[in-house]
């Protein structure tokens, strides 16, 4: 039996609003997206990277609390936290010595649940497998930027 996969489509912006300023709207939400100041921002809001960490952490206690329904696992508390290193020369146009993006991920988490570390360790890996940020930072997903002279975004 063909089961037919349920897709959802996000179009998501962000406008520019004053020097390294953008704001974003995401449904009833507003974002700000800025610099610190030592970039050359006001230090208004987190920056593009800072969002990518967060929504990898978010992302994995979502789909950690998405699994312990699932499996009728009483998860008291999950958390995450993400490390990363980024060559910030490589954007700023100062040199070529690394990648432009993440040199790598580490997600420390922390599962307050009545499971054995070998059990964690399992729920874990499953996790990884499942959660959409983590997948398409591990795996090569086409980008494709274009010049869109109709293109209007009204935040």
């Keep these: 039996m063909l089961v037919m996969a349920t897709m959802k489509k996000l ?3 962000a406008k520019l609003v004053d020097n390294f300023k953008f704001e974003s709207h995401i449904r009833n939400h507003q974002f700000i997206i800025d610099q610190p ?13 800072e969002y990518l960490c967060l929504s990898l952490a978010a992302c994995v206690v979502t789909v950690g609390q998405i699994m312990a329904k699932q499996k009728r696992i009483k998860l008291r508390n999950i958390e995450a936290k993400v490390e990363a290193e980024v060559d ?16 790598g991920f580490k997600i420390l988490t922390k599962i307050d649940a009545d499971m054995s570390l070998e059990e964690k360790k399992a729920f874990l890996k499953e996790l990884d497998s499942r959660c959409p940020i983590s997948e398409n930072l591990q795996h090569t997903t086409p980008v494709t930027l274009e010049v869109d002279e109709y293109f209007f975004l009204s935040i």
């Design 11 to 13: 179009e998501i912006g």
């Design 37 to 49: 100041p030592k970039a050359g921002g006001k230090d208004e809001g987190p920056s593009p990277l």
């Design 88 to 103: 910030s020369d490589v954007f700023m146009g100062k040199g070529q010595e690394h990648r432009a993006g993440f040199l």
